[in-house]
């Protein structure tokens, strides 16, 4: 039986069980890096949009409970737009919270959680602090799909009705991942795949801070993007996969207060 497990694993991973031990348990702890230093400049309003409610509660509160209910072993908040009222509004929540300041792109918040979370050695879910709906079932599907494809990223995307204008995912003839393209630089053929970046992602934690250590702001806005770990992988030859949210209300980010009325609406209905 050991023989048969191990011969699995190298096919299926290249894990040699003879080395190293697999831990089914051990295999899907998590931390959860939550991204809420946004201003949220549209919801018309100085509040840091995670502070904005949605019958009743703090955008914030959905993120750090999925993560919770989804088992998380840690929760880390990247704050950055009136933290100190964030922090007052989540003291007792169990998060650790680290500011990004200056706010430099997705990719340079993520880096702000460093020294929480780069001897981590599980896996690092990244959620949105702005993304109320998502589930903890969602959440621990796209933690098996990463396992079960032996992958170092995992794209949590969906499938919205068009028009939009959401960053596309370009796959090869076997499913894997190749990069994201955002709308304004998509190919008139990339804008018509229908499956899109939704911002949730689960990476191998070394991978994550390996690779944000070589992405650059060689881009017109300056800034440091994460997708780019998506092509930094590619280029090493590691997998990148997705995992389908059938729901794409669920994994929809709030960006304006008519979002956050239907938000409202969804979550009683």
Known sequence: MWKTDSAFWRRTCGINLGE??????????FCALIL???????????????LHELNGKPLLHYSIEAAKAAGAEKIVAVIGHQAEKVRGAFAVSGCIFVEQNPQLGTGHAVLQANDALSHYDGLTVILCGDVPLLKSSTIRSLIDNHHTHCAVVSILTTIPPPPHAYGRIVKDDRGNVLKIVEHKDATDEEKKIGEINTGIYCVDTKFLFDALGKVTNNNRQGEYYLTDIVEIAVREGKKVKSFIADDYVEVMGINTLEELARAEKHLLT
């Open 20 to 29: 190293r031990k697999v831990d089914k348990v051990e295999k899907k702890k």
């Open 36 to 50: 809420a230093a946004g201003k949220g400049t549209r919801m018309k309003s100085d509040k840091a949009k995670v």
